[in-house]
C-alpha cells in the first residue's frame, strides 16, 4: 500500500518568514496530492492541491511543488502571519482507488 | 449551513459500550469517509462509501460497523468500546472518489 512520509513533524518560524514542508510517497499509481491544514479542534480544511499532470500550482502566499519521479511534494508559504498556525497534512491520492493515505502532520507555529 | 455536521461532538462512555456517532453531509457529494485521529493526530481511513456502497475497508476491527441510509449519511457504530478506540472521529464526503474531501469538525471519543 502506499506510504507518506511529512517532515519536518514541528516546524517554527518568525512572522514573515517562509515555510517549506516536504512529503514523500511510494505508490506511483498515486496521482492527485493535497495539503490540508487543521486548526485546534476543528476538522483539516483543503488549502491547495496539485495533480500529477502539474509540477508547480501556487494560491496567493501558498505554493505547492510536485516532483513525480522522485515522488515528492512541497507545500511552500510565504510571508507567514501567526493564523497560519495549524498542523498541516500532506495526502496522497489513488484516484481509482479513491483512497487517500495522509503524512503524519506538521505542527507549524508562527512567532509573531 | 453546515457542510459536513457530525453529532455528538463529545462523547464520554464506558468499556465495553456500544455507541454511534452520525455524519451527514449536504453538499450533494456521493463519497463519504470515515477517519480516525489518535492522540499523535495521525489521520488514518477507516471507512470509505460511495452512493451507499462499501468501497474501502481498512484493517478495522469488526465491532466497528459503518452504514449508510442514503447518500447524504454515513453513520459509525461501534461495539464492545475498548481504552484503544479513545480518539477524534472525522467524518469527511467528496463529490466523486477522485479529489478533495470536506471534512466534519470531528466526534472526541473518550472511553473510560
Known amino acids: 500500500g502506499e506510504n507518506v512520509e511529512q517532515h519536518p513533524s514541528t516546524l517554527s518560524v518568525q512572522e514573515g518568514d517562509s515555510a517549506v514542508i516536504k512529503c514523500t510517497y511510494s505508490?506511483?499509481?498515486?496521482?492527485?496530492f493535497p495539503w490540508y491544514k487543521q486548526e485546534l479542534g476543528k476538522g483539516p480544511q483543503l488549502i491547495i492541491d496539485i495533480r500529477s499532470n502539474v509540477g508547480e500550482k501556487k494560491d496567493q502566499r501558498i505554493a505547492v511543488t510536485l516532483n513525480k519521479t522522485a515522488k515528492h511534494f512541497s507545500l511552500h508559504i510565504t510571508e507567514t502571519q501567526p493564523e497560519d498556525s495549524a498542523v498541516y497534512f500532506c495526502a496522497a491520492h489513488n484516484t481509482n482507488a479513491g483512497k487517500s493515505t495522509f503524512g503524519d502532520g506538521t505542527t507549524l507555529t508562527v512567532k509573531p | 449551513d453546515t457542510a459536513v455536521s457530525q453529532t455528538p461532538k463529545y462523547l464520554v462512555t464506558q468499556m465495553g459500550n456500544d455507541k454511534s456517532i452520525k455524519c451527514e453531509q449536504n453538499?450533494?457529494?456521493?463519497?463519504m469517509y470515515w477517519y480516525k485521529q489518535d492522540s499523535k493526530k495521525f489521520l488514518k481511513i477507516m471507512f470509505s462509501?460511495?452512493?451507499?456502497?462499501?468501497?474501502i475497508n481498512e484493517t478495522v476491527p469488526n465491532r466497528f460497523s459503518p452504514k449508510s441510509p442514503d447518500k447524504a449519511h454515513l453513520n459509525l457504530h461501534i461495539n464492545s468500546l475498548e481504552l484503544g478506540d479513545s480518539a477524534v472521529y472525522f467524518c469527511a464526503s467528496s463529490p466523486d472518489r477522485v479529489y478533495e474531501q470536506y471534512f466534519g469538525p470531528g466526534t472526541r471519543l473518550t472511553v473510560t
Open positions: 505508490d506511483s499509481a498515486s496521482n492527485y
Open positions: 453538499l450533494g457529494h456521493d463519497t
Open positions: 462509501y460511495n452512493n451507499k456502497e462499501l468501497i
